[in-house]
């Protein structure tokens, strides 16, 4: 799909949406009411993207970085125009001070090119990046995993055709990690509609998606039915547009450009775009916010997830709890106060 359509389906924003009826508890939720480390420390991550077509991965890496309960080992590349988002993410990740993270390189296969964040990066030299850069990011997967003392959690947050190459390339990577990921439509679709949709990063690479989340690790996938409906406006996205913070900043330079190149340049000054993929981070810190159903998944040819009590069981998050608590969490992370 190409990046206007893409655009179509993931940006279309809920601006205002909310969930009536939350228990009062959660009603109570502050910034400061926020996961904590686990006893044994930060949990071990690595984050598969195809960050650079829609904006909603940089947002999201943000988040990551700014969750010290998550221990960032590996960003990916995902689903093709390998060097332009090797360049999004060594630069993002340089600028905002931790270039002590690898980068995996996945193969230059379609889709190629770039996308709307691309001035970013137009004279950025991948060779300059501090930290070390993989060029068999799917080796570099496998590896990360297999030699990790702890179990580790894997974000997928895009297409999955490498995740799904490596666990054929290591298929004991399942037994050693869990994912959690931003895929599919199960009661709602794009725009809060009641039909469902054939989600993008399930539909760009269907055969891919239904290997990964048929194999035997553990899952959690947050569909359109909860991260469709996160946007940031008003006031929330007021604290994150003018705070001084290298990650909020870096965000707010990406999604101007990003809006510019897709003929929308007043969004950026005004909301954010529909932020899908930041709840498959919070997923990895918590379920407290979320509605979680154990719902057997099956993923059809034309790349719709459907409930199927005979297909692999998962933990999906089909609706908030608290989608305002969620808002604050993010604005707090990210604008840094």
Known sequence: ???????????????GAGLAGTPAGLLRLSAQST?????????????ATDIGDDIDDTWALGLLLKSPELDLKLVLTEYGKPQYRAKLLAKFLQT?????VPIGIGPDVEPRGEGGQAAWVKDYDLRSYPGRVHPDGIQALVDTIMQSSRPVTLICI???????????REPRIAQRARLVGMDGSVRLGYNGSKTVSAEWNVKAAVNAARQVLSAPWEITITPLDTCGLVTLEGERYRRVLEAADPVASAIVQNYRLWS????APGDAERHSSVLFDTVAVYLALSQDLCKM?????????DGYTLIDEHAKPMNVATGWKSLDGYRDLLVQRLAGR
Do not use: H, Q, W, Y
């Open 35 to 47: 996961p904590t480390k686990t006893s044994a420390g930060p949990i071990p991550v690595i984050l």
């Open 1 to 15: 799909m190409n990046d206007t359509r893409r655009t179509f389906f993931r940006k279309s924003a809920l601006l």
């Open 158 to 168: 895009g297409p999955m055709p490498n995740v799904a190459a490596a666990l054929a």
């Open 96 to 100: 905002t001070g931790d270039a002590r």
């Open 260 to 263: 510019r190149a897709n003929n």
């Open 293 to 301: 159903e154990r719902l057997g998944i099956r993923v059809s040819d």
